[in-house]
């Protein structure tokens, strides 16, 4: 069995920077918490948590603290939370993507200037959750094709088009092409990151040609879902999975070549031993 490895699986600029930061904490003496997973990969959530690091579920649970370091990860957060954390007197440790941080500045300006904020990306994500925290007006989030086409504004306002950083590019220029047809005065800012963009091209590229695909990744990874689409586009057996414990593979017995990829917040360990344990079981 030949495996096929994708050069950018694994930890992105952003996630490796978050992660390294809180153990970097550890022995500090101080209590340390995150303000939500610090990613998206329940094993390295668990090993920080063994070794003290608790995780702040809610804003709620961050403003019953009086003491301490709050982290805040890669994900971003609103506007709102930074004060807070100020007016608790805690200390913040901000781990913002600077590709997050980015979108920030760039609605908060733009809303400032009167124009309408509309995000394109996955409601309720943390990521998505925090750039609105940064728009003066309340802002609108698109993710599909009939979102996009039965959204309602003002024609003599000015829109923004922003978009989460690990949302599909190929889907962000759909929406919109969606939001130009129909006449809006639009300002698109591309804001899908690099690395994701690269991602999933390579990601597609091998899926398109392997017999199978392993798309590993937290099951609340919004990006490693991006990266199952992808694949499951190109390849039907195409398996999402978390660690080596989830796979469970039925490959055609002429199956010959398997493709792996991983998102941006898949520990190399957990690459490793799948990539490990395909090549010498098949």
Known sequence: ????????????????????????????????????????NEEVVRDLEERGVKVIEDEKELAGLKEGAVVI????????????????????????????KRIHNIVEKESGEGRRIVIIGNDGHPEV??????????????????????????????????SQTTFNY???????????????NVTVVNTICNATEERQKEAGEIAAKVD??????????SNTQKLYEIC??????????????????ELPKTAALVGITAGASTPN??????QNYVRINF
């Open 73 to 100: 990860r890669s994900h971003g957060v609103p506007r709102r939370i930074y004060e807070l954390i100020d007016q608790n007197g805690l200390e913040c440790i901000d781990v913002t993507c600077p590709f997050v």
């Open 170 to 184: 190929n889907k962000f220029q759909e929406l919109v092409e969606i939001f130009q047809k129909r006449g809006y």
């Open 1 to 40: 069995m030949q495996v096929i490895l994708a050069k950018s699986a694994g930890f992105c600029f952003g996630v490796k920077r978050a992660v390294e930061k809180v153990y970097e904490q550890i022995d500090s003496g101080r209590k340390i918490y995150t303000y939500g997973p610090i990613i998206h």
């Open 129 to 162: 959750e925090g750039i609105k925290g940064w728009s003066h007006t309340p802002a609108a989030v698109i993710e599909s094709v009939k979102e996009a086409e039965n959204f309602e504004t003002d024609f003599s306002q000015p829109l923004c088009i922003v």
């Open 232 to 249: 499951r586009g190109k390849c039907a057996a195409t398996y999402f999975i978390q660690t080596l414990e989830d796979l469970h593979l």
């Open 212 to 221: 199978a695909m392993i798309v590993i990744g937290g099951r609340h990874s």
């Open 269 to 274: 360990n957990i690459i490793e031993e799948v």
